[in-house]
């Protein structure tokens, strides 16, 4: 295991770039996306249907990563993870139908989801050896890299062709996982064995019925959080539009308030979690983001509801980071997959879930659905609480 105090800390600093490089990549393809939808041609619906490559690829690639991270270890996989995720973002300007294009965001959206379970299972098994609760930080640099993502596309968007745009996060992936890769493979995981708090699982080996179920609730926790993230991402921008009668440059305010306050709790997450412990983050969060979103969903005025938002944001931050940690100590890379699938799971049906319920009553009433599955993420910490002490 990485038994100097200098290799813990490369190996934090270097998972680190690895989550931000995720978040960076992803953050430059989104934003590429009306640009693609025009060169291919494809309608809203064809376009819908070819963006849910990305979620296929992911979902049906997490359990496998799982699996190949028990048999090769989550170090390798990462890297290669890593060269996927960079070569694959360069398909999509290539495309010239909305068929091709769902082909190619399966690959992408395979390397996204493979690499969200290899690194944050080898997150896992450092949060493990450092016994501190660290891994609210990896998510941050996933959030702080997506912000820089789609703020330098933004800028480069009116110069650059997605092609060259995206082309260039390719190079610039490779680089950096030619770099923090290099260095990831040279630092041994930490192993089951070696683990000071005797953590119940064998990363060799498949979960039992028992933890695989106890992996599960954690994982639902996740599947609350990202139901929320999903929502406010396709979602919130249009109810402050719509129902608010916000300008466009206002709605958009909406979500920048939500990431920008998530962010900043992840930032804080750490301190949180070791002043509160892992039980009361996710009650104390999952109430305020329930709060929150009560009160974004169902505010009279734009400040209101953009408050509320923000609130949300700091509510649901820490959520996520807390279920897969858990997961992942109980049941290794499979724990981190299956929480992992689930979660993204919640991001699939949060925005259409939302559009029906908002056809069938109204959208301030759909987006009270986000306060819902938020208090019950409060409700299942609450009843896990044995499992999520510190």
Known sequence: MPGPRSDLVRLRVVLTVFFALDGFVFAGWVVRIPAIKQQTGASASSLGLALLGVSAGAVVTMMLTGRLCRRFGSHPVTVVCGVLLSLSVA???HTHSALALGLVLLLFGAAYGGINVA????AVDLVTTLRRPIMPSFHAAFS???????????????????????FGLTLLGLLVTAV??????????PRPADRPDGAPHDATRPPDARTRGLVVVFG????CTAYGEGAMADWGALHLEQDLGSS????????????????????TGTTLLERLGRTRTVVVGGATAAAGMLTGALAPSLWAALIGFAVTGLGL???????????????????????STLGYGGMLLGPPAIGFMADWFSLPAALTSVAALAAVAALIGLATRRATTR
């Open 91 to 93: 398909l999509p300007p």
């Open 119 to 122: 690194f944050n299972s080898a």
């Open 144 to 166: 702080l890299g997506g912000m820089f993502g789609a703020g330098l596309g933004g800028l480069v968007a009116g110069h650059l062709s997605p092609s060259w745009h995206l």
């Open 180 to 189: 923090a890769g290099r260095a990831l493979l040279r630092i041994e995981p």
């Open 220 to 223: 639902l926790i996740a599947l």
């Open 248 to 267: 466009a440059g206002a709605a958009a305010l909406g979500y920048s308030c939500f990431a920008l306050a998530m962010t900043a709790g992840r930032l």
């Open 317 to 339: 931050a820490n959520l996520f980071p807390v279920a897969v940690e858990r997961a992942g100590t109980l049941a290794g890379p499979s724990g981190v997959a299956i929480a």
